[in-house]
């Protein structure tokens, strides 16, 4: 089994509900995860020990810890791309949810459509702005 330790090899590995990615890396490419940070936990434990009987999901914890900073400590930049975020994640949502007549299938296609490559890569450009907010 390959270690993959942050401390060695990357500064910061962030992720957002390591479970499943954890298991895919150790199943099929034998890597085993040490020293990276889930952002889910960090927000389950910032919770009330009364509120943590679930895990939030991303949409949650962007809206809740990211979204609701008050206007005036946010730069414009920052109202902006949480304004863009939302839209580009209902977009991506449109084309993979079932009750809004998508299909996972979407994320099979090749090439891969630029809204689901934005939804992608806007849900893993929020990771390190909750994780300062949850430190």
């Given at each position: 089994t390959k270690i993959l330790n942050t401390t060695e090899q990357i500064a910061d590995l962030v992720f957002f509900d390591v479970r499943?990615?954890?298991?895919?890396?150790?199943?099929?490419?034998?890597?085993?995860?040490?020293?990276?940070?889930?952002?889910?936990?960090?927000?389950?434990?910032?919770?009330?020990?009364?509120?943590?009987?679930?895990?939030?999901?991303?949409?949650?914890?962007?809206?809740?810890?990211?979204?609701?900073?008050?206007?005036?400590?946010?730069?414009?930049?920052?109202?902006?791309?949480?304004?863009?975020?939302?839209?580009?994640?209902?977009?991506?949502?449109?084309?993979?949810?079932?009750e809004q007549g998508g299909s996972y299938e979407i994320f099979n296609q090749r090439p891969i459509p630029d809204e689901i490559i934005a939804y992608c890569v806007g849900a893993v450009q929020c990771l390190p702005g909750l994780r300062k907010q949850l430190c």
């Open positions: 499943y990615d954890s298991d895919a890396l150790c199943a099929h490419y034998s890597v085993a995860l040490q020293g990276v940070e889930d952002v889910q936990l960090m927000e389950s434990s910032s919770r009330v020990i009364a509120s943590r009987k679930f895990l939030s999901g991303l949409n949650k914890c962007v809206e809740k810890d990211l979204l609701s900073i008050p206007w005036e400590d946010q730069s414009i930049a920052g109202r902006k791309r949480a304004k863009d975020w939302k839209l580009t994640k209902e977009k991506g949502e449109r084309l993979f949810k079932a």
